[in-house]
C-alpha cells in the first residue's frame, strides 16, 4: 500500500509545489530577512516578491513571516521550510558542481577585495589558463569580501582567522608586512636604519577596510614602537592606490609580501628595511556548507598558493 507522500509524488511534484518561483523569491528573503534585499538579488520587484510569498502562504495555509514595523522575521513554519530550502539547494549546487566537472568548462563566481584581485590573480591569470583550462573565472570584486548565503557567488577569498558560519576555510598563504618603496625614491632618500628613523619617512597608507589590516600605527605598535601623530606623505582609501603611489616614486608604503610578490621580484619595489611584523591573519578560500571541495576547488587553492 502507497503511502500519501508516495502517491503524491507518483503524480508529480507540481501538484505539491504549486510555484519553484515562489520557493526560490522565499528563500531569498528569508536568507536576507529583507524583501527589498531579495527583490535587488533576484532582479524583481518589491512588489512582485511580496506577492508571490502572500501567494505561498494562501497555498500552504501557514503564515510564513512575521510583519513588523522595521522588517519581517520568520515565523516558526518558515523556519522549518527555510531549513529545508536551503538544505535542498546546497545539496542542488553541490551536484550541479560535480555534474560541471566532468562536462569540459566551468565557470566559477569567485568573490575577493579589489587588493587581492588586482594584486594576486591578475598578476597568475595566464597561468590559471595554462593549468586549468577547463575553468572560466568570473571575478566579483567587492570593497569588503561577500557573503556566501548569496548565491551568486561560489567561492571567496576572505582574510582573517578561518573561523566564519557560511562556508568552510581553506587557507591559502601567511603574510609578512614589511616597508617597501621604489628603487628612484630610495635613491633620494636615506635608508633608514631604526623603526624611530621612519617616523619621519613619506609614509603612505590606505585606510583598514578588513579586520586585522595593518595600517602604520598598528604596524608600528606590533614592533614596540610609540608613533608621534604621524605626518603622511599621502593617505588612501585603497590599498592600491598606495601602492601605486609608492611605484610612482612617492613615498613608503606598508607591503603585503605575498600581494606584492611579483612587484618585488621584478625590481618595481624595494623592500626598505629588514623590520617585518607576521599578523596573525592569513588568506583564505572560503567554500560554502554543502558545496564539496572538488578537485577544481583545490586546483584553484593551489593556483593561488604559487
Not at 535587488?40 to 502562504?57: C, F, P
Not at 613608503?252 to 607576521?278: F, I, N, P, Q
Not at 588568506?283 to 587553492?301: C, K, N, S, W
Request: aromatic letters at 8%; glycine letters at 8%; one cysteine or more.
Amino acid at each position: 500500500m502507497k503511502t500519501q507522500e508516495n502517491g503524491n509524488t507518483h503524480k508529480g511534484y507540481r501538484r505539491i509545489i504549486p510555484s519553484m518561483t515562489a520557493l526560490l523569491e522565499f528563500e531569498a528573503v528569508a536568507r536576507h530577512s529583507s524583501v527589498t534585499l531579495a527583490a535587488r538579488e533576484l532582479g524583481v520587484t518589491q512588489a512582485a516578491v511580496s506577492k508571490q510569498i502572500r501567494q505561498l502562504e494562501d497555498n500552504l495555509g501557514v503564515q510564513l513571516f512575521q510583519r513588523l514595523h522595521r522588517g519581517i522575521r520568520l515565523t516558526s513554519e518558515g523556519q522549518a521550510m527555510f531549513a529545508v530550502m536551503s538544505d535542498s539547494l546546497q545539496k542542488i549546487a553541490a551536484m550541479f558542481d560535480r555534474l560541471s566537472e566532468g562536462s569540459g568548462e566551468q565557470e566559477l563566481v569567485l568573490s575577493t577585495t579589489a587588493t587581492f584581485s588586482q594584486l594576486r590573480v591578475m598578476p597568475r591569470l595566464s597561468n590559471l589558463r595554462a593549468t586549468m583550462p577547463h575553468v572560466r573565472l568570473r571575478l566579483a570584486t567587492q570593497m569588503f569580501t561577500g557573503d556566501l548565503r548569496n548565491h551568486d557567488i561560489d567561492l571567496l577569498v576572505r582574510y582573517g582567522n578561518g573561523r566564519w558560519e557560511d562556508g568552510t576555510a581553506l587557507q591559502l598563504f601567511e603574510e609578512e608586512v614589511f616597508p617597501v618603496c621604489s628603487p628612484a625614491w630610495l635613491a633620494r632618500n636615506a635608508r633608514p636604519d631604526s623603526l624611530e628613523a621612519l617616523y619621519t619617512a613619506d609614509l603612505l597608507d590606505a585606510d583598514a577596510t578588513t579586520e586585522g589590516w595593518m595600517t602604520w600605527p598598528t604596524w608600528f605598535r606590533a614592533l614596540g614602537g610609540n608613533p608621534p601623530k604621524l605626518d603622511y606623505g599621502l593617505r588612501c582609501h585603497l590599498y592600491t592606490d598606495t601602492i601605486q603611489a609608492a611605484l610612482h616614486g612617492h613615498g613608503v608604503a606598508l607591503g603585503w609580501g605575498r600581494m606584492l610578490d611579483h612587484l618585488l621580484a621584478s625590481g618595481e619595489l624595494v623592500r626598505l628595511t629588514d623590520l617585518v611584523v607576521k599578523p596573525r591573519e592569513a588568506y583564505y578560500l572560503v567554500v560554502p556548507h554543502g558545496r564539496d571541495t572538488t578537485a577544481t576547488v583545490l586546483g584553484l587553492v593551489q593556483w593561488l598558493r604559487s
